[in-house]
């Protein structure tokens, strides 16, 4: 094994770990917020993709601007998707599954639409490789590992210091005490789900840059997603750039050394392993 | 404890029904067939509903038991020459013991770590099962032996020809699950089990070792889901990762249990009866393709607006109407 091919793979890896985040943020959001596990993130997701897909590969749409719409579109989405879940969000037991039941919905539209081939968003100049310093890597990683960056500082920026951010905080602490200090935890409720929605497709188009766009493949975006919102720690958005590189850096190092296989296995590994040593996560607080 | 006598009979109603069906029908290759996935599907969904109604444990990966099931069960037979009764008592240890490599690491929590670590072991054993010698890889496992050929006395039974000897042996197992389930539901177990599900924090105070009792009905649905992999895998005779960790076999369950009801025993087997007979002689005829969209619409209706499910419904109407009698 030579050192410049164990660099590369820290590198990439990395980059992926930026890039879990990113597909991981509008779960995390949600969940912070409304203390819903939306199983539908994953599909979410790859309605931007598609979206995305035709956007650049149909009609030549420049990336950022691709992006942006794949992030309203399912934002459009998300927003008809609150007032399903907002009827029944009372009983948790029924919210998780009607989350799962959507993903089932939009799983099989995916198949019934464009059919059970995988996809890859190819832009030509994304796919070559660029050398940072001594090591290579892909420049569409690159690129969507510091989209990734600047998602989540700004995020992290607007929930700190914006007057909405501020609410958002408060309500995802104790929205009982949010709402006795006028919040207006209704309206704080249906903007941050509409706003985790829009990022996982905003996220989307990118997922389909650094990776394969499979109808079937929300459910495994979903997984990981949630292992970094539990190892990250409830809500915690900074805390799921080093989650997603634990993850990224984990796997690509495994894939060097092993199969495919056991970079299933890390993922899982690593779920349980946070749920015996550190179920309130690596930013979270002991209850 | 009128809703639990009601419940008995429903349990025998239902179970005289499948039992006469499976009489008139068993030399009938097709409605045989159709039965066997339709008493295959119903309990699987009353094993899922054992963990999910019973005890409030929502899981998404049921696949992940059934098709471990299958293939200890497969392997065993195929490999390691043993009887398919043997391949199934097998195949029922080694997923009981699987199910507490879940259930150890989330039922410590609160929450729904459950319901995302049984996914993601679902992910990752299929997984496994693509990637490992034993299993065969993406090849899958073929020419695997049927339950046998047996004699009593001037009657002959062979499961490897006679789709209705593997009729009656599935709705063995069905009957077993199902009174298994009747039995639970009655006794303390159940009682203790129903105050997890309502509020885990209050049922703790009282002194219940919430944790136990998950475990438990983790176990009985993990053990009844292996037993319907293993019939599967010697009914079928092969085997592939796609088809034992099938999405059909997370989903279905649930959709049946939710349609059936949740809320009692016997609800997901009148589901999985329904929905079976209803794709084989309705929806496939009218959607070749995408017949899972209408699954994924009917669960959706369903959770939304009868979250009780039709038999659950049945037995609330019943239940006020004799109240205002009296």
Redesign the interface.
């Known amino acids: 094994m030579s050192f410049s091919l164990l660099a590369n793979s820290i590198a990439s890896g990395l980059l992926m770990g930026a890039n879990y985040a990113l597909f991981a943020v509008g779960l995390s959001l949600v969940f912070g917020v409304l203390k819903i ?1 939306n ?1 539908a993130h994953g599909e979410l997701l790859l309605a931007g993709a598609y979206v995305g897909y035709f956007a650049i590969r149909g009609m030549g749409v420049p990336l950022p601007l691709a992006l942006l719409f794949s992030g309203l579109s399912v934002g459009i989405v998300g927003y008809l998707y609150y007032f ?1 879940v907002r ?2 969000r009372d ?4 919210t ?3 989350t ?3 993903g ?2 939009l ?3 995916f ?2 639409l464009f059919t059970a081939d995988e996809r890859i968003i190819n832009i030509p100049w994304l796919t070559e490789g660029v050398w940072l310093g001594p090591v290579q890597v892909n420049r569409g990683n690159l690129v969507s590992g510091l989209v990734s960056l600047l998602i989540i500082g700004g995020l992290t920026f607007f929930l700190a210091r914006t007057e909405t951010g501020k609410m958002i905080r408060a309500s995802s602490m104790d929205r009982e005490a949010a709402a006795l200090v006028g919040v207006d935890v209704e309206r704080i409720d249906r903007f941050a789900f509409v706003l985790g929605c829009a990022l996982a497709g905003f996220a989307g188009p990118l997922f389909g840059i650094v990776s394969h766009i499979n109808p ?1 493949g929300g ?2 975006v ?2 990981n997603a ?2 970094l919102t ?1 190892l990250a720690g409830l809500g915690s958005i900074p805390g799921l750039l080093l989650a997603g590189i634990i993850l990224g850096l984990g796997e690509a190092i495994i894939v060097v050394f092993a ?3 056991f970079q ?2 890390f ?2 590994a690593l ?2 392993a946070v ?2 040593l550190r ?1 309130e996560g690596i930013f979270g607080r002991r209850e | 404890m009128g809703r639990r006598r009601s419940e008995k009979k429903i349990a025998g109603v239902v179970t005289l029904l499948v039992l006469s069906s499976a009489f008139v029908f068993r030399r009938d290759p097709f409605v045989a067939h159709v039965l066997v996935q339709a008493s295959l599907l119903a309990l699987i969904s009353l094993a899922w509903n054992i963990l999910g109604g019973g005890c409030g444990q929502i899981s998404f990966g049921h696949a992940a038991f059934f098709g471990t099931g299958a293939y200890v069960s497969a392997i065993l037979t195929t490999q390691y020459h043993l009887n398919p009764w043997l391949g199934i008592a097998g195949a029922c240890v080694s997923v009981v013991f699987l199910s507490l490599l879940v259930g150890v690491p989330s039922f410590r929590l609160k929450g729904a770590y459950f319901a995302l670590l049984i996914l993601a072991y679902a992910h990752v054993l299929k997984l496994v099962a693509l990637n490992l010698e034993i299993t065969k890889g993406d090849e899958g496992i073929f020419s695997i032996p049927s339950f046998g050929r047996y004699s009593f006395g001037g009657m002959e039974v062979n499961f490897f020809t006679s789709k209705g000897a593997n009729l009656f042996l599935i709705l063995l197992f069905l009957i077993a699950g199902l009174w298994t389930g009747i039995w639970m539901r009655g006794s303390q177990t159940g009682i203790a089990m129903e105050a997890v599900r309502e509020d885990e924090v209050t049922a703790e105070a009282m002194g219940i070792d919430t944790l136990r009792y998950k475990l438990f009905a983790l176990g009985v649905s993990a053990f009844f889901t292996a037993l319907g992999g293993a019939f599967y895998v010697h009914y079928i005779h092969f085997l592939t990762p796609d088809s034992a960790y099938s999405g059909y076999w997370s989903l279905m369950p649930i959709v049946a249990a939710l349609f059936g009801g949740i809320r009692t025993v016997t609800g997901p087997v009148v589901g999985a009866f329904t929905l079976v007979c209803l794709d084989e002689f309705l929806i496939k005829e009218l959607l070749p393709r995408g017949d899972k969209l209408v699954y994924g619409l009917l669960f959706v209706v369903t959770i939304l607006f009868f979250p009780r499910g039709i038999l659950g419904t049945w037995v609330e109407r019943q239940g006020h109407g004799r109240k205002k009698e009296g």
């Open positions: 596990i199983l399903v009827r029944i009983d948790e037991l029924n998780l599954i009607l799962y039941g959507v089932v919905i799983t099989n539209l198949l019934l079937v459910e495994a979903t997984i949630f292992i539990v199969s495919t296989m299933g296995i993922a899982l779920f349980v749920l015996f179920p």
